[in-house]
């Protein structure tokens, strides 16, 4: 369906359809949701809102310990994805256009955003745009963006809404236009009309089995265990403290005095034959404690696919690579349906590249761009010494190529301006050198 077709028959053409957009029901309950997501991520748990009750006659503040896990584990999941810069391989002339790109643009911090935006609220917005010659990126706040789709779930406008200082912004994408809307000075108006030539924004988002068009955050399945923790934190540290406080007790004649003076440390007590003095408190069970907190702990890194040893959580010896590569085996699991994610929305990219530099006068051909690939390396901690051991006997046996060799090594980022380094070292070592009869010497000689 058309969008126009689409906005007269959803919104009786009115032109304000897009405020009609932000304003739908369950597009402001979802705001809602992201943005309490945001205000967890910045520290507001629920255990912050435990109310106030009488102890010993008294009112009593409860312990409200916040655990910051949630950023840890997100932390984790993008560095292991993308603690290595994303590498694109294929024909030499796109490959290089495409890296000039990211490196002028900054794309490899724009990929961590992005990877942010969508394990924390499921979805993500990139606009792709030209600007001064050079092809830029731009984050669009989760929070602001609503794509519009049509009954097929194909995406057919996007807009993006904001306030600042009082006033109501609106962005409207369009597949061939850009429209920027105001209502500063009382009247939605138009402020700003642009040529759209990327097309819509590119949408990231990962799996939710309620819906096609909308993702689903991490947090939802760590927030529940993570309230539990702070719970049973709280309520352990609050027991501590109030067990500092036994009472006093005693059974049996005190011999003389006239009981234990409130205002003297270190009284003596002289009672009867028989009797008895001691402090009664409650017994707390510490291995009742450590075993749910352990338990729960473990449960959170489960559900999070995150290794205990990569939260300092277990102790290990010096292992070999198939150990290493077991104990995060879980973990590169996740990262492997993170990496699909992300390469659904990079592949996207890559085609905008591509019309945005036909703009630019720089045209490949469709069997040049369809060499193109996309690889990730996770961040496995790995026996560097067996690595290099193993890629000398492969390319010792002629089983494996120099680039091949290059694009594993644990110690070599970008693989094609290495192989360019070997070939010129190459050639001014073979320009130095002269063949006379059967010896070889320096051409400075």
Not at 53 to 75: F, M
Not at 126 to 152: F, V
């Amino acid at each position: 369906m058309e969008l126009n077709d689409y906005i007269n028959v959803k919104y009786d053409g009115e032109s304000d359809w897009f405020v009609q957009v932000v304003n739908e029901p369950s597009n402001q309950m979802n705001k809602q949701d992201i943005h309490s997501k945001k205000e967890y991520l910045d520290g507001s748990h629920a255990i912050l809102n435990s109310p106030s009750y009488n102890y010993n006659g008294k009112l009593y503040s409860p312990r409200k310990i916040v655990v910051s896990y949630a950023k840890t584990l997100l932390n984790f999941q993008k560095s292991f994805l993308l603690s290595k810069p994303v590498v694109y391989t294929g024909k030499e002339r796109v490959v290089k256009a495409i890296n000039e790109i990211n490196r002028k643009g900054k794309m490899d911090r724009i990929n961590v955003k992005i990877l942010h935006n969508l394990l924390s609220y499921g979805e993500a917005y990139e606009y792709l745009y030209i600007q001064d010659g050079k092809i830029k990126s731009r984050i669009i706040d989760t929070e602001e963006g609503y794509p519009l789709y049509d009954h097929n779930n194909e995406l057919m406008a996007f807009v993006q809404s904001y306030v600042n200082d009082g006033i109501s912004y609106y962005i409207v994408y369009t597949p061939d236009k850009v429209y920027e809307y105001s209502n500063e000075g009382g009247e939605l108006h138009l402020i700003g009309e642009y040529t759209n030539l990327s097309g819509l924004p590119i949408i990231y988002k990962t799996d939710n089995e309620l819906s096609h068009i909308k993702g689903k955050s991490e947090l939802d399945d760590w927030i529940f265990i993570l309230d539990e923790i702070e719970n049973v934190l709280s309520k352990f540290t609050d027991t501590v403290y109030k067990n500092m406080n036994p009472i006093p007790v005693v059974s049996g004649q005190e011999l003389k005095g006239n009981g234990i003076a409130t205002n003297i440390v270190g009284q003596g007590v002289q009672l009867d034959d028989g009797s008895e003095f001691k402090f009664a408190s409650i017994q707390l069970d510490v291995e009742a404690f450590n075993a749910l907190y352990d338990k729960l702990i473990q449960t959170l890194f489960d559900i999070s696919s995150t290794p205990n040893v990569a939260m300092n959580k277990a102790e290990i010896a010096n292992v070999s690579e198939t150990s290493i590569r077991i104990l995060y085996s879980l973990a590169n699991v996740k990262a492997k349906i993170n990496e699909n994610y992300l390469r659904d929305g990079l592949e996207e990219r890559l085609n905008k590249y591509r019309v945005l530099l036909s703009y630019l006068g720089k045209n490949f051909t469709d069997n040049e761009f369809e060499t193109l690939d996309i690889q990730f390396s996770y961040d496995v901690p790995s026996n560097d010494t067996e690595v290099i051991n193993n890629l000398k006997t492969l390319y010792e046996m002629k089983s494996m190529s120099l680039e091949s060799v290059l694009e594993k090594s644990p110690y070599i980022n970008d693989s094609v301006q290495e192989l360019e380094r070997i070939h010129k070292s190459t050639a001014e070592n073979n320009d130095n050198v002269v063949v006379d009869g059967n010896n070889t010497v320096g051409n400075n000689e």
